[in-house]
């Protein structure tokens, strides 16, 4: 399966600190995006990222992407009680509008 | 409406009865997208509508499971002989035109609860 794993599955931080989420893919793609769920409910879309772009940002957001090593990871810096949610990456298999979303993980920002 | 709606929010119904699950996409967004989320799981691909064409069907666990989109607009996901392991949240997410580089717009989910 091209699914993507998000690492860690879990992960809880104090207000102020940074989160750095990892996910890892298996087939090549064309884009990634990264998206945040709040309280099991619809997602929200945060970022895309091309396979020919290595980092992008978007406010507190960074976003990597290693495309020889199958992986990207989201940094939110700065975090905040309000970033408390779920965190998925979405991955196209080779840039069809089929995206694969992993498993996600679970973040809380502790005020 | 400003965004993908859908209804019922929750659902709870007994095993063995259908049940039905509304999608409203945002307007002139001709892509269409149900999705099924376990307790703690990723979303996992049910079924994708593009305008006129046929839709890719590929990600239905059974054929119990079945969709459609009328006039191109509001989609409704049907569940047969409902299960218990059926029991999830069911998204529903629409694009402009489904590419690549498009981001997807969700709804806020169906809770069903199958007992």
């Known amino acids: 399966s091209q699914q993507g794993e998000e690492d860690p599955q879990a992960l809880s931080i104090q207000e102020g600190e940074n989160a750095t989420m990892n996910c890892s893919y298996k087939t090549s793609i ?76 679970r973040l809380k920002v502790l005020a | 409406g400003a965004g993908v709606s859908q209804s019922p929010s929750n659902k709870v119904t007994e095993k063995g009865k259908d049940v039905e699950l509304r999608c409203d996409p945002i307007s002139g967004h001709t892509a269409l997208y149900w999705y099924r989320q376990s307790l703690g799981q990723g979303l996992e691909f049910l079924i994708y509508f593009q305008g006129n064409s046929a839709p890719d069907k590929s990600g239905l666990p059974s054929d119990r499971f079945s969709a459609e989109r009328t006039g191109g607009s509001v989609s409704t996901l049907t569940i047969q002989r409902t299960q218990q392991e059926d029991s999830a949240v069911y998204l529903c997410a629409s694009s402009p035109r489904g590419g690549a580089k498009e981001t997807q717009y969700f709804g806020p989910g169906t809770r069903l609860l199958v007992l």
Do not use: M, P
Not at chain 1, 56 to 77: A, C, E, P, Q
């Open chain 1, 30 to 105: 064309n884009n990634l995006q990264w998206y945040r769920q709040n309280s099991g409910r619809g997602l929200v879309h945060l970022i895309l990222i091309r396979s020919n772009e290595r980092e992008k940002h978007s406010g507190r957001l960074r976003v990597t992407l290693d495309t020889s090593k199958k992986s990207s990871s989201l940094l939110i810096t700065a975090s905040r009680a309000a970033d408390t949610a779920s965190y998925f990456c979405a991955t196209d298999a080779g840039g069809t509008y089929k995206y694969i979303f992993g498993t996600g993980t």
